[in-house]
């Protein structure tokens, strides 16, 4: 199983950007995706996840201005960024509950990261 995640890049104060990550593999069943960060210095934080049910949660300090969603035909979770500021700035992550043919129980799955640098 592999989780391939896209979409970070550079954007000013006030922009917006959204990320994507697909899940790849002998996959039997997705529970819980979601999505972390980790800023220069400090640890990596739960920014939202949401379950196969459509259930969403999100950190305080994106609330209002991120919204995480998924595609359960494409084994796909997004985030949808919008207001960003400076100290959004972090590698993110996307997770996933991934349960595979050969062994149906679930498990934790990372995708490599991708970078969103807001700055001006």
């Known amino acids: 199983v592999q989780l391939q995640a896209s979409g970070g890049g550079l954007v000013q104060p006030g922009g917006s950007l959204r990320l994507s990550c697909a899940a790849s593999?002998?996959?039997?069943?997705?529970?819980?995706m979601g999505w972390y960060r980790q800023a220069p210095g400090k640890e990596r934080e739960l920014v939202a996840h949401?379950?196969?049910?459509?259930?969403?949660s999100y950190a305080g300090s994106v609330k209002g201005r991120f919204t995480i969603s998924r595609d359960n035909a494409k084994n796909t979770v997004y985030l949808q960024m919008n207001d960003l500021k400076p100290e959004d700035t972090a590698v993110y992550y996307c997770?996933?509950?991934?349960?595979?043919?050969?062994?149906?129980?679930?498990?934790?799955?990372w995708g490599q990261g991708t970078l969103v640098t807001v700055s001006s």
């Open positions: 997770n996933a509950d991934i349960a595979t043919w050969d062994k149906p129980s679930y498990r934790d799955y």
């Open positions: 593999g002998s996959i039997f069943s997705i529970n819980i």
């Open positions: 949401i379950t196969g049910g459509g259930s969403t």
